[in-house]
């Protein structure tokens, strides 16, 4: 494992803890499509599927924020990985719609620093 599958490994298990605490259900992890994956998929408190992109880096100040790491194109897949699941598996989940969040994670020695992006 590359320390960069590391770190995102490590950011992804910071997420669900994260989004479990702020009482959201986690449904699937790694949702993989031909053209993209969904780190998280889950299910807010409000009941909007919610389609989780995670952006982790190692601190303690890294050169780029975890947010820049969120490109144009990585977006545009990531909206159509989520567009095909919320219209085949997410159906019966949808009632109230859904949404693309983006949490931006900085790891540091002893602590993670959240950033909690809703509806990118």
Do not use: C
Not at 58 to 67: A, F, L
Request: charged share 30%.
């Amino acid at each position: 494992m590359t320390r960069q599958s590391e770190t995102g490994k490590l950011g992804e298990d910071v997420a669900v803890r994260f989004l479990k605490k702020n009482h959201y259900k986690i449904l699937d992890r790694n949702y993989r499509e031909k053209w993209g994956e969904i780190d998280i998929i889950a299910l807010s408190p409000d009941k909007v599927l919610v389609f989780v992109e995670v952006k982790a880096m190692t601190g303690p100040v890294p050169h780029i924020s975890p947010e820049e790491h969120l490109t144009r194109a990585k977006l545009v897949r990531l909206q159509r990985t989520a567009e095909l699941y919320a219209n085949s598996e997410g159906e019966k989940l949808t009632k109230n719609g859904w949404r693309i969040d983006l949490l931006a994670i900085v790891i540091g020695d002893d602590e993670a620093e959240v950033k909690h992006y809703e509806n990118i």
